[in-house]
């Protein structure tokens, strides 16, 4: 059966997106008339076939082969192959590899009392704010947890977190710039930021040359995991710059639109605080063994990222034919993966724009299909950092939720745009006091 979809466009589908104000509107629409499983013009990829449901997500889940226009962007930020894109014959042992560290307890045990100790300090700093003085969430969050996994990922001692950061942030503005032709207010920032992913790489190396001069390495130790496993200098330079580049505006964000749906429903900051109380007494903040008790909290998470998914979009290419419910679809077509409308499914999320936490009890998640809920991807391309972001983001709620109660900033509207990363265009600012006042 021929696959239902809009007719083809001259400018490859950009107005209709624009139209419908921006990819996501664009996806409900195309899912709503058409039904699950849609053929569209993707800009970037031509056609692509765009599939929202959640039993015939099934299907493809296996597939092991992202196409290479759409993450091309990501070229210039790897030296040995773009890793977004890499064969699976190679993206099988590095995979595995990251899910070693990433996934591990070993590595979310070690680092969790810096994490706590960054949350810690935000929080003293927010609970000092100035009366009537707005907080920016989503910057200061991103900036936070990209301190925690330059920690992670660099280690402390020898690196000079501020100068990374720095460093880091110079190349992201040039290059996510240049994807969304942004112009840029600095003239020189193609020259700084290749200075500075320059400066990146040779901390990496410096990095790599402590560990193989002292030999010894752990499970909690990504480039000593790396050093360890063989890999090259580059693809081991490669690896810290995509790890850094995925995990750090993700995991704030998450936390940032948490926060923002927390000060519009207030009933369930209490719940979340009242189970703050419960768990951490009069400590300020939670040990590792104490998140697993915060199941409300998690809840909350959840819901969260169902409704405002950090990474909202996906692609795989097929390398095979593909039978997808009542449709044929050949090898080499590009699959887009469209979470957030996932997220939103109606058949399988009632009042899908309704936050409800509710919706994560282990007796409701029972009933829903497995892919119903994807923030963190699907199948062997997806999130190898799922783990240590879920960790990240409970402890930084659970040490500001302790201590602070968040409200809407009046006046100020929260609207979001699709980037890299689900991002609000105009930041998250919220008014911030202490609990106890
Ligand atoms: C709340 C935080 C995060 C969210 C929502 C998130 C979400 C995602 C999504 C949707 C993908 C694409 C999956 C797919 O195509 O099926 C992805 C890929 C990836 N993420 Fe995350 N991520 C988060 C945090 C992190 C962290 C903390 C790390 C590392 C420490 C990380 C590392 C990666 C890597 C390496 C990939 C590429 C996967 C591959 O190609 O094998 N992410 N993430």
């Given at each position: 059966?021929?696959?239902?979809?809009?007719?083809?466009?001259?400018?490859?589908?950009?107005?209709?997106?624009?139209?419908?104000?921006?990819?996501?509107?664009?996806?409900?629409?195309?899912?709503?008339?058409?039904?699950?499983?849609?053929?569209?013009?993707?800009?970037?990829?031509?056609?692509?076939?765009?599939?929202?449901?959640?039993?015939?997500l099934?299907?493809t889940a296996h597939i092991d082969t992202r196409p290479e226009?759409l993450f091309?962007?990501l070229?210039?930020?790897?030296?040995?192959?773009n890793l977004q894109v890499l064969p699976a014959d190679e993206h099988t042992?590095w995979r595995r590899?990251l899910l070693?560290?990433?996934?591990?307890?070993?590595?979310?045990?070690?680092?969790?009392?810096?994490?706590?100790?960054?949350?810690?300090?935000?929080?003293?700093?927010?609970?000092?704010?100035?009366?009537?003085?707005?907080?920016?969430?989503?910057?200061?969050?991103?900036?936070?947890?990209?301190?925690?996994?330059?920690?992670?990922?660099?280690?402390?001692?020898?690196?000079?977190?501020?100068?990374?950061?720095?460093?880091?942030?110079?190349?992201?503005?040039?290059?996510?710039?240049?994807?969304?032709?942004?112009?840029?207010?600095?003239?020189?920032?193609?020259?700084?930021?290749?200075?500075?992913?320059?400066?990146?790489?040779?901390?990496?190396?410096?990095?790599?040359?402590?560990?193989?001069?002292?030999?010894?390495?752990?499970?909690?130790?990504?480039?000593?995991?790396?050093?360890?496993?063989?890999?090259?200098?580059?693809?081991?330079?490669?690896?810290?710059?995509m790890?850094?580049?995925a995990?750090?505006?993700?995991?704030?964000?998450?936390?940032?639109?948490?926060?923002?749906?927390?000060?519009?429903?207030?009933?369930?900051?209490?719940?979340?605080?009242?189970?703050?109380?419960?768990?951490?007494?009069?400590?300020?903040?939670?040990?590792?063994?104490?998140?697993?008790?915060?199941?409300?909290?998690?809840?909350?998470?959840?819901?969260?990222?169902?409704?405002?998914?950090?990474g909202?979009y996906g692609a795989r290419e097929t390398t095979?034919?593909?039978?997808?419910?009542?449709?044929?679809?050949?090898?080499?077509?590009t699959v887009f993966y469209?979470f957030?409308?996932?997220?939103?499914?109606?058949?399988?999320?009632?009042?899908?724009?309704?936050?409800?936490?509710?919706?994560?009890?282990?007796?409701?998640?029972?009933?829903?299909?497995?892919?119903?809920?994807v923030?963190f991807g699907i199948g062997p391309r997806s999130c190898e950092g799922a783990?240590?972001?879920?960790?990240?983001?409970?402890?930084?709620?659970?040490?500001?939720?302790?201590?602070?109660?968040?409200?809407?900033?009046?006046?100020?509207?929260?609207?979001?745009?699709?980037?890299?990363?689900?991002?609000?265009?105009?930041?998250?600012?919220?008014?911030?006091?202490?609990?106890?006042?």
């Open positions: 059966m021929r696959i239902p979809g809009p007719e083809r466009q001259e400018d490859g589908g950009l107005s209709a997106v624009a139209a419908a104000g921006g990819l996501h509107r664009y996806q409900l629409r195309l899912h709503e008339a058409y039904g699950p499983v849609v053929r569209f013009q993707l800009p970037g990829a031509d056609t692509a076939v765009s599939v929202a449901d959640p039993v015939l099934e299907a226009e091309a962007f070229d210039p930020l790897c030296e040995a192959g042992p590899l070693s560290v990433l996934a591990g307890r070993p590595a979310h045990e070690r680092h969790f009392a810096r994490f706590a100790e960054l949350a810690r300090e935000l929080a003293d700093r927010w609970a000092g704010q100035a009366d009537g003085e707005p907080v920016e969430l989503q910057k200061e969050l991103t900036a936070l947890s990209l301190r925690m996994i330059c920690g992670f990922a660099l280690g402390g001692a020898e690196t000079d977190t501020d100068r990374v950061v720095a460093a880091f942030e110079e190349v992201l503005t040039e290059h996510l710039g240049r994807l969304y032709q942004v112009a840029r207010a600095d003239p020189r920032s193609a020259e700084r930021a290749e200075a500075a992913l320059a400066y990146l790489r040779a901390t990496v190396d410096r990095v790599v040359a402590a560990h193989r001069s002292d030999g010894r390495t752990d499970r909690s130790d990504l480039i000593g995991a790396l050093v360890e496993a063989g890999q090259s200098p580059a693809r081991i330079r490669d690896t810290v710059m790890t850094l580049l995990a750090h505006h993700t995991t704030g964000v998450a936390v940032s639109w948490t926060l923002h749906l927390l000060g519009r429903h207030p009933e369930a900051a209490d719940r979340v605080a009242a189970e703050l109380d419960q768990v951490l007494g009069e400590r300020a903040t939670p040990d590792y063994g104490d998140l697993r008790r915060l199941t409300y909290l998690d809840m909350v998470l959840k819901e969260s990222m169902r409704l405002f998914p950090p909202p095979e034919d593909l039978v997808l419910g009542p449709y044929e679809i050949p090898a080499g077509t469209p957030w409308a996932v997220h939103l499914n109606p058949e399988h999320w009632p009042e899908p724009e309704r936050f409800d936490p509710e919706r994560f009890t282990p007796q409701e998640v029972a009933k829903r299909p497995r892919l119903a809920y923030p783990a240590l972001a879920t960790v990240e983001a409970q402890v930084v709620l659970a040490v500001l939720l302790k201590r602070l109660r968040f409200r809407p900033a009046p006046g100020h509207e929260v609207t979001q745009v699709e980037r890299f990363v689900l991002w609000a265009r105009d930041g998250i600012r919220m008014m911030v006091r202490p609990r106890d006042l």
